[in-house]
């Protein structure tokens, strides 16, 4: 198996939001990574890594998912963690409409229980349908629901906007959630 650049990605991802102790990488408190351990960790695992082409694969993601600090010494993942760090986002008002992908066969669990985090740490929105679809395509045949963004704000429910636009919550209460006709 070749490590092409969406193979590396998928393994970044891995560690920098799941399993950072697979490689035996450490994140700190906000998820972020030593760059110069990651790509230490990385290559031990058989995976060419190293920092241009590292740079490259971070500028090139198709969503943005991984971050640098300033001097890019550190690097984290932007949104979609399970494992114990805090973002500190801050909380920011949403559109009036979010979409959210999933796939047919969640439905009547979502209906009885509303949209859950499952193991991430928020339930995952986006703003456009295009990424819903694609996000609900990975479970399944995928169906898009409708969140009425603007009354669960108005509510006092709090969103997120993660560096990468994903829109994150805690919780999606089936009343803010319109299923498409079946
Ligand atoms: C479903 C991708 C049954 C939910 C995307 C989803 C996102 C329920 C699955 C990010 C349920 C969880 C996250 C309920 C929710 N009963 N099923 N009550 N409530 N679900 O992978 O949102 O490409 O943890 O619909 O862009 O699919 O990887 O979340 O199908 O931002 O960067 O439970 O992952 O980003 O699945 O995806 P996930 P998600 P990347």
Not at 60 to 65: A, G, L, Q
Not at 158 to 164: A, C, E, I, V
Request: hydrophobic fraction near 35%; charge should be positive.
């Amino acid at each position: 198996m070749t490590w092409d650049d969406i193979r590396v990605s998928k393994f970044l991802a891995l560690v920098l939001r799941h399993k950072p102790e697979e490689i035996g990488l450490h994140l700190d408190a906000h998820g972020w990574a030593q760059v110069d351990e990651l790509l230490q960790a990385v290559s031990r695992k058989g995976c060419p890594l190293d920092f241009s082409r590292l740079n490259s694969i971070v500028k090139n993601n198709d969503k943005k998912r991984f971050q640098f600090n300033d001097d890019r010494s550190k690097i984290r993942a932007a949104q979609g963690h399970s494992t114990d760090i805090d973002l500190n986002l801050k909380p920011a008002q949403p559109p009036d409409l979010l979409y959210h992908g999933t796939a047919t066969r969640f439905v009547d669990s979502i209906k009885q229980l509303g949209l859950q985090k499952q193991k991430r740490h928020h339930v995952h929105l986006s703003a456009r349908i295009e990424t819903a679809i694609e996000v609900g395509k990975r479970y399944g045949k995928p169906l898009v629901l409708n969140v009425n963004s603007r009354q669960m704000a108005a509510d006092g429910y709090q969103f997120f906007l993660s560096d990468n636009s994903v829109w994150l919550t805690d919780h999606v209460p089936v009343q803010y959630i319109e299923f498409p006709e079946s």
